[in-house]
């Protein structure tokens, strides 16, 4: 039956991504010889039209049941292949990927065409032994989960919510509006950001199709793509919500006060508090590390004035589970704390502040009514804005954090608007990539701004002349003039890069999606794929899947939302068929397979006395096929023989030390 | 003839989610390293039997490279766990064959270690180099 194998083999050579350092007629050559192929081509882009045709045609012509394509990782085009050789008629899985660019061509500086024949000899002979499968359809659930309410979460909710499709939106916070309502005025139009975003927080609050859960946390998903089951918790915010008119009179009782967390610790809030006026919902929260009544047992000064009896001091968390057929992460990003750099005295001088307390001293609503002032309550009368600071940066954080040129010319502009203040920007380079930012650069530079190119190296008050008494000096080498300056004023910012959020480890278990070096999460592809996860079914949006300003932030929150719309628009979807089956034969009813399996997929059948495999809870990982002691469970698509096969094929130019005996 | 060019020769087996991606990250950004390395990908260290390990060194491997999901990240939750245990007493065996411990290495690769996955490899061939070809008989101790 074996002797009937007719594989095809296609080598790619990616323009000269593949043929420049594989010599592919050499390549052509051998795996002419190697057993079962009967047809060997190479093509210049085996992934093109032409190129997929190649294969088609010749499945047709030939009557080829195996197919072989040496090419790019098949993390690329695998999926690609798969439908191209299903079109002519040929199961799927009868495909092997040889991945010669990802792991050969593209990293070796010699050795690459013995290392290329080795793979298509392993793929080939891996693909001797591959069986057919039937790929399954599952059902999609038509709801989405949307985590976190930033502008990114909001947008992709109101998208899924347009289309008459159910969102659950979740946010930490006890209001949604994220890092975007933190901010004043929004580079490089200047329109006030919280004027653009309320009303999309108002919409999606009221949204007949979004469920909005605030002060609630995601802490498990399960199932898979189409059929997630998550599980929230509920934070207690110890005010029935049902019931609160969000009157804010108990807020206007409450007698104890502490450091505002939105507005940076530089304004104060109460213990039972809105995080902002105009927060959605509109309903307060009690803080129990400030409040009186949950350290000590008194006071009770907000239900004593509550008229609709709205709160609760007996509330405690609840767990809601949902199901939804896509996920959307949109967690967001941390702003780095410069501490750590000590010479730029953050948190050890005065008067240096990061750039979200700038942007909350610039809101008119913020703790000083918009007005730029000094720790004294006087206007400075300079300033200086020091760029990068974490970014860029060998010992921080190597990345550029996209964001920070332009919203500094945007602070530069505010303080020029609101004080009669000289602005210095101490900047390394001039990022001002986007629509409209250039425009704004140069709007800026003629408003008679300072530009200053270097690095800071320190920021001290220990003066040297008399000039510099009672300032912050900023010394840094200045790189156009190529000379050491140091420019004393009253004020500095920084401007700290965007991370990854503290937690972002936890979020990529708890969703089964990776994390790039850089901490953000990480895209499946950084092209073609920069919406979609390694997990079907999860879309990561915004800063959380790095630094970005809101325009792309909102773009990209569209963009899943299409995703997910796309994917429970369709109804069903085809998982993977690469699931582990027990031979009744061989299975001694041992056991030990079932108390492995992740995901309970495994039980004991008492009138048969074997396991049995659940299809549909298997997701493939093969745990069990390893443990097996009578190697009675088969690995589909990655079985023992073909394994071993590959093993052999890859290792066919090397001899068996056996031998050397 | 170990190999043509008398350079050691490395089977690895990676998982799918982690390792297979930051080898592939590797390639994407370019990062050299050397091609004694040659890839099984599985779709999780989990899957990983012991006598894939043993097969590789009888087909004439010289080592044998297991890479797979940092703890705690792994794609089916715990795959790698499983392997870790496996490893331990696999690593006795090997001892106990001749195997010098330097043939076989297990490391963690995310799938963002597009570099640490070239200076894994770059580190084990280097350490076979020094080793020269596997010749487990002359090692087996006396019972």
Redesign the interface.
Known sequence: MENDRRIGVYICHCGTNIAGTVDIEELTEYARHLPGVVVVRDYKFVCSEPGQNLIKEDIRELGLNRVVVAAC????HEPTFRRAVAQAGLNPYLLQIA?I????S???????T??AK??VN?AAQKAYYLEPRDTREVPVNPSVLVIGGGIAGIQAALKIADATHKVYLVEREPSIGGRMIQLDKTFPTLDCSSCILTPKMASVASHPFVELMTYSEVVDVSGYVGNFRVKIRRNPRYVDESICTGCGICIQKCPWKTDSEFDMGLGKRKAIYTPFPQAVPNIPVIDTETCVYFKKGTCRACELFCEPKAIDFQQTERFEEIEVGAIIVATGYDVFDPSPIYQYGYKRLDNVVTSLEFERMCSATGPTGGEVVLKSGEAPTSVAIIHCVGSRDQNYFEYCSRVCCMYALKFAHLVKEKTEADVYQIYMDMRAYGKGFEEFYRRVSDEGVNFVRGKVAEITDQALTDEERGKLIVACEDTLLGRLVRIPVDMVVLCPAMKARADA?EM??LM?I?????GFF?ERH?KLEPIST??DGVFVVGCAQGPKDIPDTVAQASAGAAEALALIDAGKVEVEA?TAAVNEELCSGCKVCIG?C?YNAITFSEEKKVVEISDVLC?????C???CPAGAII?RH?T?TQ??A???G??A??????A?? | MRSPNGEPRIVGFLCNWCAYQGADLAGTSRMHYPANVRVVRVMCTGRIDPTFVLKAFAEGADGVLVAGCHAGDCHYKEGNYKTMRRVALLRKMLDQMGIEPERFRLEWVSAGEGAKWAKVVKEMTAELQALGPLAWWENVREA
Request: proline share 8%; net charge negative.
């Open positions: 990782s098949p993390r690329m991945n660019r990802e792991q050969c593209w990293v070796h500086e010699d050795g690459n013995d290392k080795a793979l392993a480890a990529a278990r089964n990776s994390r790039g070096a850089d990480l950084p390694n997990t690469i492995l992740p997701k493939g990982c093969g745990v096929v390893a443990a690995g990655f023992d394994i071993f590959e093993i052999e890859i290792l130019d090397a001899r068996p030390p056996v050397a005996i």
